[in-house]
């Protein structure tokens, strides 16, 4: 898989490493020479340019990536290179960051953002799943607006405590993607049971994360 990464700074970096090692290419782009630094990436591609103009990606051929990741610090230079990527070279995933809260309500399909990552969101999400157990703790946005990665901790008097995966009338548009226990990562099937202590991981769509709440027993 071919991935653009606009933002080369610590984060976009990060990325790239990541992503390298999972035997993916990898192209940085950034406008600031003193972002360029391909001795802490040797491996990646590198383009000295301006990711918001069209004749830079062309130059970076766009067209040919499978995913973007709009990483810089700025959220306006973020959006930008999603819409880009979307509407003029039809990149299939767009991933963007999102550096100030205040702006989240933008990143979403219009701009042509397909998962926006806020990172002061995510860190409170992680340190409310930490020390909550019943509570329904939001962890991920997808399409903002359409589906969220949501994550609950069964409490020991938790009503589907016993109760078996397949016997459960979850809410439409909700899926149970993982169940976590004891340091283990279970897909569930249909006779796994749901056991107090579980942590359990869904995706589902904004609009029916109270009735999943209700169902669950969260407080």
Same mark, same amino acid.
């Given at each position: ?101 205040? *702006?989240?309500?933008?990143? *979403? ?15 409170? =999400?992680?340190?409310?799943? =930490? ?16 589906? *969220? ?25 909700? =899926? ?12 569930? =099937? ?30």
């Amino acid at each position: 898989m071919r991935v653009a990464i606009a933002g080369a700074g610590a984060v976009g970096r990060s990325i790239a490493q990541e992503l390298l090692e999972n035997g993916h290419e990898v192209l940085l782009i950034d406008k600031s020479p003193k972002a360029i630094k391909v001795e802490m990436v040797p491996r990646a591609e590198w383009l000295l340019a301006d990711a918001c103009e069209i004749a830079s990606l062309d130059d970076a051929a766009l067209e040919r990536c499978q995913v973007v990741v709009a990483s810089s610090g700025d959220d306006k230079v973020n959006l930008v290179v999603s819409l880009l990527a979307k509407t003029e070279y039809g990149v299939p995933r767009v991933v963007a960051r999102i550096n100030h809260p205040k *702006n989240e309500w933008l990143f *979403n399909e219009s701009w042509g953002v397909d998962v926006a990552v806020s990172t002061p969101r995510l860190l409170s =999400a992680l340190v409310e799943e =930490a020390v909550s157990v019943g509570d329904l703790v939001r962890l991920m946005t997808f399409r903002q607006g359409e589906a *969220n990665l949501v994550e609950l901790t069964l409490p020991e008097d938790a009503p589907l405590g016993g109760e078996r995966v397949g016997s459960v009338a979850w809410p439409r548009d909700t =899926a149970l993607v993982a169940i976590l226990r004891e340091g283990r990562v279970l897909v569930p =099937a249909d006779d796994d049971t749901l056991e107090p202590g579980d942590e359990l991981m869904f995706v589902a769509s904004q609009d029916v994360e109270d009735e999943l709440a209700e169902l669950l027993g969260a407080r």
